[in-house]
């Protein structure tokens, strides 16, 4: 243990680890390991007359806290949790906890370097108590929020559903876009292209009225390949076009380009930009690589543009340094925090790649190309426009010549001289005629998505992959090809928030809630206040569902054996088929991708089923005294439910069931195999050693567990977080 007087607390093992390499052991660095005390899990913990929480030590935690009180006693304390509400919240619990608040000192940081860490430590502050009440009044809201609805939904669904204040809102986005493509009726137009050499050309006027491509019937488009065999050259407009150069990154612009260029969920891109943050193990030891990355700035330091432009300097000559301006500031950024860039633009992605793995080496290079980039003077282009005419038909050519690459450097973009056109009539060497219909609006990716929330002011750089991932894992929405997709269980959800309380999936509402949490932050508007004029609507709300029922009858678009179609009822033991015709009932899988219509529910694709282990065929599922089951009716072989990784020894798919005291375990359902556990498989393998993990059910959470190393991990998409 450390003799020093002085001890730094933040959250995270990594984080303390960079900083104690920093600090030489001058100060001892310990971890709270993220919050450590919260509202009650098993009661509702807020007095509602003046909206004062209660907290308890979160399960799991009491061991690291009286190991914080012990190692704090007698010394120096720094609070040096992250520089966001969340962060200032766990230095408020911590110096409650430690009985210091009101002396507390209370250090921030965007960047982990050694120049930062000593300033930061010489000009501590007090807890700003103005974040600390946004926090609180967003866990309250949250609680209030949750702990009413959920048991609604309980009692409504038979499932474990539950709502959230901001991911209902969100539920709500993606449930409108898939109704909107289900109602679209695409209209089919003609593509008039046509090429002179290599130069395509499209139609742009016809009688001299401008005309968009949807307005293209077929008569039209052969009408014009038919008729016109050669262009006259009526204009050539010649001009100087800039193109800027990025912006350097905030939270929701890199997760979606991390989605876009390497397919990364947005949980995945966090992860990594943590890890680049607080510090990860080099050749070189433990080194930070990155500024904070929950930010929604684009300002950076007098510091980090004079580096940037002396790299530019040298690199690639005086020519090429920019004149950089942050975009205009909007009412909610916060602006204390940076931009995301590089702790030092020396350490390359040539260098960085000698000390990261994969995927922190395409994150950070993403990062240092975009901050550079954003550093530098625009690129420079000569665009020319061609005007061509034939009878009564215009059309237009484009053409783009690169003068100056200027930021596009960077990237390494190349681009080749286009030919340009010397004469006045030139004939059509080819043309591109093709038929083509309108498209309805594009789902939702999680990149989309982030763009969604963040233009709505819904959420915050914090909470975009918390939001997206919640909706995931309870079910309401399925990834398909990397496309967002309401479920039956999410369309059902979103319905009856809809009917029951409104306010809660009100997109305007939500965002307005978002501004009021960044007011009292501000110092601008009470936080109590904020609270009751929520809880005062919301209770009205609350009540009348309490007391009516939402019935659930809706028309489906699958098929009974009986030729008509089934219906989706609700019934004693939760959502069900039925068809009204014959009067066969069948379960319905809740995950199964749907869009709710008024009175029906449209499935989308092939509706999910398992087949028989031991024969292919179709299972049906039932509900029996004991819960579901599926049942083959080839085998006459019944199966309570199966295992969500295949077994680890043969790859066969593997069945729950009950020991004779009713305990679940899991077993292979190849005869040939001995597969038996009492931890549910995972497909998922280990990172140190390559077993594959089982999942294991904790107090208050779900984790993977290597039975080998004895190890958990936290499932992420793309991979598991130890």
Not at 164 to 184: D, I, M, T, W, Y
Not at 260 to 266: D, L, M, R
Not at 463 to 479: D, G
Not at 629 to 638: A, F, G, I, Q
Request: glycine share 6%; net charge positive.
């Amino acid at each position: 243990m450390s003799k020093s007087k002085k001890i730094i607390i933040v959250e995270s093992p990594a984080k303390a680890r960079t900083i104690m390499e920093i600090l030489k052991g001058e100060y001892e660095v310990i971890s709270s390991k993220g919050h450590v005390r919260d509202l009650p899990e098993k009661r509702f913990g807020v007095d509602m007359k003046d909206f004062e929480p209660v907290f308890e030590i979160i399960d799991g935690k009491e061991k690291i806290v009286r190991e914080i009180i012990e190692r704090a006693k007698g010394k120096e304390v720094f609070l040096a949790s992250d520089m966001d509400r969340e962060g200032e919240a766990i230095a408020w619990h911590l110096a409650d906890i430690l009985g210091i608040l009101g002396r507390e000192k209370r250090i921030v940081f965007s960047e982990i370097t050694p120049q930062t860490i000593i300033n930061a430590v010489r000009s501590p502050r007090q807890i700003d108590m103005r974040k600390v009440r946004a926090q609180l009044a967003r866990r309250i809201l949250d609680r209030i929020v949750g702990y009413k609805i959920s048991p609604l939904l309980w009692k409504l669904l038979r499932t474990g559903s539950s709502a959230g204040r901001v991911q209902s809102a969100a539920l709500k986005l993606v449930c409108e876009r898939e109704l909107q493509r289900h109602r679209f009726v695409p209209k089919k137009f003609w593509k008039v292209q046509g090429y002179i050499g290599s130069l395509k050309f499209y139609l742009t006027h016809v009688e001299g009225k401008k005309i968009e491509m949807q307005q293209v019937d077929e008569a039209l488009a052969k009408k014009i390949q038919q008729e016109v065999k050669k262009l006259k050259l009526v204009q050539k407009k010649i001009r100087l076009v800039q193109k800027k150069p990025p912006l350097p990154f905030i939270t929701s612009t890199m997760q979606q380009e991390a989605a876009n260029k390497f397919g990364f969920s947005v949980a995945r891109t966090m992860q990594l930009a943590q890890m680049l943050y607080e510090g990860v193990e080099t050749p070189e030891g433990h080194k930070a690589f990155i500024t904070y990355m929950r930010t929604d700035s684009t300002r950076i330091s007098e510091y980090a543009r004079l580096q940037a432009e002396r790299f530019i300097e040298k690199n690639f000559g005086e020519r090429y340094i920019g004149e950089f301006k942050p975009d205009q500031k909007k009412p909610n950024i916060q602006d204390a925090h940076e931009a995301i860039r590089p702790v030092d633009v020396e350490l390359t992605p040539e260098k960085a790649e000698k000390l990261l793995d994969r995927d922190l080496y395409k994150l950070y290079k993403l990062i240092w190309e975009r901050f550079l980039a954003s550093q530098m003077a625009p690129a420079t282009y000569e665009e020319i426009v061609y005007l061509f005419e034939c009878d009564v038909y215009m059309f237009e050519a484009k053409v783009e010549r690169r003068i100056f690459d200027g930021f596009e450097a960077v990237f390494g973009k190349s681009t080749e001289a286009p030919k340009t056109l010397e004469g006045e009539t030139f004939e059509v060497t080819r043309w591109a005629i093709e038929q083509d219909e309108t498209k309805p609006p594009a789902r939702y990716t999680e990149s989309s998505m982030v763009r969604a929330l963040e233009a709505r002011g819904i959420g915050r750089p914090s909470t975009y992959a918390t939001i997206i991932s919640t909706l995931i894992e309870r079910k309401y929405v399925v990834k398909e090809s990397k496309e967002l997709v309401p479920t039956v269980l999410g369309s059902i959800v979103n319905y009856y928030l809809e009917q029951r309380f409104p306010k809660i999936v009100d997109l305007d509402f939500t965002a307005r809630m978002e501004e009021a949490l960044d007011a009292i932050e501000r110092g601008e508007k009470n936080h109590k206040q904020v609270l009751q004029e929520f809880y005062s609507e919301f209770s009205e709300q609350f009540e009348r569902a309490q007391r009516e029922w939402l019935s659930i009858d809706l028309k489906t678009n699958l098929n009974c054996e009986c030729g008509e179609k089934f219906s989706l009822k609700m019934g004693r033991f939760g959502l069900y088929l039925t068809c009204r015709t014959c009067g066969k009932t069948t379960s319905v899988d809740l995950s199964s991708p749907a869009v709710m219509d008024h009175d029906s529910m449209y499935f989308i694709g092939q509706v999910k089923s398992y087949a028989c282990p031991n024969c292919g065929e179709p299972l049906k599922k039932y509900s029996g005294k004991y819960g579901k089951y599926y049942h083959c009716h080839k085998c006459n072989r019944n199966y309570r439910g199966f295992a969500r990784g295949n077994c680890p020894k043969c790859g066969w798919m593997v069945e729950k069931k009950l020991s004779k005291n009713k305990r679940q375990f899991f077993k292979c359902t190849n005869d040939d195999c001995d597969y038996l556990s009492w931890l549910e498989p995972a497909n998922d393998a280990c990172p140190y050693c390559g077993e594959r993990l089982h999942y294991k059910k904790l107090r208050s959470s779900e984790k993977l567990f290597c039975q080998k190393c004895r190890k958990t991990f936290e499932k992420i998409e793309g991979g598991t977080k130890h």
